[in-house]
């Protein structure tokens, strides 16, 4: 057996290659290279669900196969065997009886379940219950179950330790089998040979919250071996977390570590301030996936995915091996996470330009969109109702995006800042001086000197330069020649250049140094007593 795993959930495959752990791969089951059973295309697999030590798979004409470790989920009366491990075995409720019409299997490591798409659900394993008020049982095939009465399936799921749940179209839950660690949801840790139906309530600076008949996803920790992980979240129609079970090593957050939770309203959210990075109590969640120790969440707005519990082997995608626990759940130190039909907000840079000079919002702008999305509105208000007037063109400030091409009431609002770049700053270096132009109240005004090569100065044309150039102390223009200021040499042992009198040293008074290379400025630097030439080495703008 080689494995693939992700932080602590492991699934166990068959492979007959030598390949390292921990490697995605190509299997060849059965000297098939594609890894299918015998019969089987790509094409025709509409479903593949992984726990430890097993596989299985749907395809599209209904028929359900495993791929395990475990004799009695074979489900097809093979003897439980190395040899068999190795290949898939058709689901069946009785030698050559092969199970028909399956939508969907779930299940762990120790048992499976199988709905139809009549609405049945079969399960098979070790400790498995029908829901008929008998016993657990080992069940080396399919076998139908009890549904709660007048109750139609659309989810189905399991979690260690064989307990089982059943969505209804109803949006209720119910539960059955072993509840050691409370997963059943009933505030109770009794084992349940019937079908229980899952409600609570809980109540938070006043205000109760029910869960009940209000149920539209369940996610039961299915993937981990270990049957002291039993636990659920769940998602409510108004897109809030409910949680009970183990909450080992804060698995399911809730608060106490390793202890065992009855349903509870979002749990692993911070009870301070609201913090965009952390689970509020009035976030909407959109998405759950409980793990082995940890649970995923997707909130809505939000890019970057919610982490809580156990952290190892870069489970959080933060580019970190860090070995340690979450007990709330943190947004801020994982990766950006496109899921297909989630809203959510841009995901935007911070954006940092030279002093004078106007930044371009697109710069900010995610590099692709989600599909269904036109673009990217701008706003000067965290509300999103005053565009900004010119994206192209913005100066330092904080600017807000929202998504165009969503319908959305309320529209999910990310922000980012435009900053000057600062001494320290990468590419600050290439950052010139600005001074603001000549204005009186806001108005540019004329500008009065010009030095041009042009032969215009002075002309009375409708160019009027140099007054059409506005708000600058000074203008100077051609097409061909450069600047070129008074070059002398300098003596470095006074420090002064020669040919130049010091008793007409003026500050402020510039000439290039052609000694050593530089533009020089007779001025009073910081800590001298005295003035003295200096190069001009640093771009600033002293008053």
């Known amino acids: 057996m080689d494995y693939m795993y992700g932080g602590d959930s492991t699934v166990m495959i068959p492979n007959v290659a030598n390949v390292a752990n921990g490697q995605f791969r190509k299997v060849t089951v059965n000297s098939k290279a594609d890894g299918l059973p015998t019969g089987v295309s790509p094409d025709d697999v509409k479903m593949m669900f992984g726990t430890r030590g097993a596989l299985a798979i749907v395809t599209c004409t209904g028929a359900a196969y495993v791929l395990s470790a475990n004799g009695n989920l074979y489900s097809d009366g093979a003897a439980d065997s190395g040899t068999n491990d190795l290949l898939w075995h058709r689901v069946s409720t009785a030698v050559n009886t092969p199970l028909t019409n399956v939508v969907a299997v779930r299940g762990t490591y120790q048992a499976l379940m199988a709905l139809t ?87 938070i600076s006043g205000t109760t919250y029910t869960l009940g008949a209000n149920v539209v996803w369940i996610s039961p920790q299915e993937h981990d071996g270990n049957a002291g992980y039993a636990a659920i979240n769940v998602l409510t129609t108004d897109g809030k977390l409910w949680a009970w079970g183990s909450n080992d090593t804060g698995m399911i957050g809730g608060g106490s570590s390793n202890a065992t939770l009855n349903p509870t309203y979002m749990p692993g959210r911070t009870t301070g301030a609201y913090d965009a990075t952390r ?65 959510t907000a841009p995901d935007l840079l911070n954006l940092k330009i030279c002093q004078g000079l106007t930044a371009n919002l697109a ?65 600050y270096s290439n950052c010139g001086c600005y001074k603001p132009g000549i204005i009186d109240n806001g108005k540019a005004l004329d500008t009065k000197v010009g030095i041009t090569a042009l032969s215009r100065a002075g002309t009375t044309d409708t160019d009027q330069w140099p007054m059409a150039r506005k708000g600058g102390w000074i203008a100077m223009e051609a097409k061909t020649k450069g600047f070129v200021p008074n070059r002398v040499e300098f003596d470095n042992t006074t420090g002064n250049p020669v040919g130049i009198a010091v008793a007409n040293f003026v500050e402020g008074m510039m000439v290039y140094d052609k000694t050593n290379k530089c533009m020089k400025m007779f001025t009073l630097k910081s800590g001298d007593t005295s003035m003295k030439w200096h190069c001009i080495a640093t771009q600033t703008c002293p008053d």
């Open 117 to 203: 798409a009549t609405g049945e659900i079969y399960t098979w394993g070790n400790g498995t219950r029908l829901g008929n008020n008998t016993a657990a049982s080992d069940r080396s095939f399919a076998t139908l179950m009890t549904k709660p009465t007048g109750v139609t399936p659309k989810m189905i799921g399991m979690t260690t330790g064989s307990s089982y749940y059943l969505l209804g179209t109803n949006n209720q839950l119910y539960s059955l089998g072993n509840n050691t660690n409370r997963q059943l949801g009933d505030g109770t840790n009794t084992n349940r040979n019937s079908w229980v139906t899952v409600s609570a309530t809980n109540t």
């Open 363 to 427: 710069n900010a702008e995610p590099a692709a969109l989600p599909i269904g999305v036109t673009g990217i509105k701008w706003w000067t208000d965290a509300a999103a109702t005053i565009p900004v007037s010119n994206p192209a063109a913005v100066g330092p400030g904080t600017y807000y995006a929202t998504f165009d091409g969503l319908a959305l009431a309320a529209p999910c609002v990310s922000s980012m800042t435009v900053s000057y770049l600062q001494s320290g700053d990468a590419g």
């Open 279 to 343: 689970l509020n109590l009035d976030d909407k969640i959109i998405a759950v996936e409980t793990g082995g120790h940890t649970t995923l969440t997707v909130k809505q707005c939000t890019t970057r995915f919610g982490y809580v519990g156990h952290k190892i082997r870069g489970s959080m995608s933060n580019n970190t091996t860090d070995n340690g626990t979450e007990q709330t759940y943190t947004f801020g130190a994982t990766s950006t996470l496109a899921i297909c039909g989630a809203i």
